[in-house]
């Protein structure tokens, strides 16, 4: 059976309808309006994340990929700048590659993991939003989105005491204790929320374990339950944190 080829045929041979035909007209257009865009993202963060420049060519494939599902699944009655989720998901599929594909080191991994985290709750908020959640009152507001993602960069850079580089401590040996002492705080905050929030936290942070993984572990909890045990965690700490600050300020 010869290739079906956009423009003729829709699902088992159907002519296309005239919405289909534009539809798939309009995704063939963000997609050719921002394949260049695509190159931008992967160099930035084979910048800023010290990838292996020799791996480009597999990152941009992956992030075509990431495009190509953005231009398919944005809506833009949401509201929501395409340009922006299409940032997100082409990151997103980078990030998948490296994930699967690539060995990084301990350093490398650990502000891989950071993006990755942070990446995952702006990604939940975005897809609140194309799927018609956005006016819930649960939804969060971007400022509480930022402050997540703020709390979520510092578990994911909290290290055990034993995984301070050798040359860290050698070369700066006061970074290294305080580093130390930061992470030691970190998982004693962690250690005061309640049983699965805290379960949570320390398998998806501190073990590397997704959602679904961690899921695992409790009878009749969904992935997605996981997820707002996660924010809700993230709240608490967030709370926590600040609480910290304040008592250290008086």
Known sequence: ????RDGQVG???APRTAAQTSSSVGRDALIEEYRGYVKVVVARLIRTMGLPLALKEDFVASAYVGLIEAAARFDSSRGLEFRYYAYL???????DHIRVACQLSGHAFRRFRALEIVHETRQREVEGKLSGKSGDASQPTAMEVLERSLVALRLATTLDG???EAHQERHNPERA???KQEAKNMRAIVATLPEKERTIIEQYYFHDRKFVEVAEQFSGLSKSWVS?????A???LREKLQ???AELAA
């Open 177 to 179: 204790l305080q580093a």
């Open 243 to 245: 609480q910290e600050v």
């Open 228 to 232: 707002r045990l996660h924010d809700r």
């Open 234 to 236: 993230l709240d608490i």
């Open 89 to 95: 998901r082409i990151r997103g599929a980078v990030i």
């Open 162 to 164: 034993d995984t301070i």
């Open 11 to 13: 699902r088992r041979g």
């Open 1 to 4: 059976m010869p290739p079906r």
